[in-house]
């Protein structure tokens, strides 16, 4: 298993600003994922975070509006830029530990709400 | 704030009773699944898998049925619990390092 600390928790920002929110693992990883839970819905996959390259984006995801950093094997970070309204949502962080096949872990997520 | 899985379908079940709480999957070459149950303020927490080999599988108070003809997953729990309440995803995985969620599914347990 995997203990997956996500910050922040939640936040209210101002339309127009970013927001970075951070991911820490408590052991290597072999992957690490960001998710987005809109209200009321279910959960999609913004991107794989990859370690030591570029991220991996979904279809209707750009890396310009999500940029995501993964400097190693424990720690990611999404940000969400120049935020709208239509950005508010629930960020999640997934990392897999046992390779393709298995079960992911989620951290607790961050609550982002755009004014 | 807006709770998670407002809008969602919901079963209502009394406490006691057991549930059964359906999904349809949309990739017929997905080998992995799993479910999730995802409380207001949490992340989902793994409760239980099964693979494309199996077609049922089970755990404590929980069992997973799989029916690849027909692209369907259920939970079942046993003697539901009002900690049962909360949001339950299925999850499928295709050889792949990502999951696809499905809608959901909110699980009320009545006194």
């Known amino acids: 298993s995997a203990v997956i600390s996500q910050k922040p928790s939640r936040d209210i920002c101002q339309r127009g600003t970013s927001l970075t929110i951070q991911c820490q693992v408590d052991?290597?990883?072999?992957?690490m994922f960001w998710y987005r839970q809109q209200p009321g819905q279910s959960l999609t996959l913004i991107a794989t975070?990859?370690?030591?390259?570029?991220?991996?984006?979904e279809s209707g995801f750009v890396i310009d509006k999500f940029p995501i950093s993964r400097p190693n094997l424990t720690f990611s970070t999404l940000t969400v830029s120049n935020m709208s309204p239509e950005d508010s949502s629930i960020y999640l962080c997934?990392?897999?530990?046992?390779?393709?096949?298995?079960?992911?872990?989620f951290g607790q997520g961050t609550r982002l709400t755009v004014v | 704030g807006e709770s998670v899985g407002l809008h969602l379908p919901t079963l209502s079940v009394q406490e006691g009773d057991n549930s059964i709480i359906n999904c349809a999957y949309s990739?017929?070459?997905?080998?992995?699944f799993i479910w999730y149950k995802q409380e207001s303020g949490k992340g989902p927490q793994f409760i239980i898998d099964?693979?494309?080999?199996?077609d049922k599988r089970q755990g404590q108070r929980v069992t997973v049925l799989l029916n690849k003809t027909v692209k369907h997953l259920s939970l079942q729990i046993a003697a539901t619990q009002p900690g049962d309440s909360a949001v339950y995803f299925c999850?499928?995985?295709?050889?792949?390092?990502?999951?696809?969620f499905g809608p959901g599914t909110r699980l009320s347990v009545l006194p």
């Open positions: 052991s290597q990883v072999t992957m």
């Open positions: 999850a499928e995985n295709n050889y792949g390092q990502n999951f696809v």
């Open positions: 997934s990392v897999g530990t046992g390779g393709i096949g298995t079960e992911a872990f």
């Open positions: 975070a990859n370690q030591g390259s570029e991220a991996t984006y």
């Open positions: 099964i693979r494309s080999n199996m």
């Open positions: 990739n017929s070459a997905s080998d992995y």
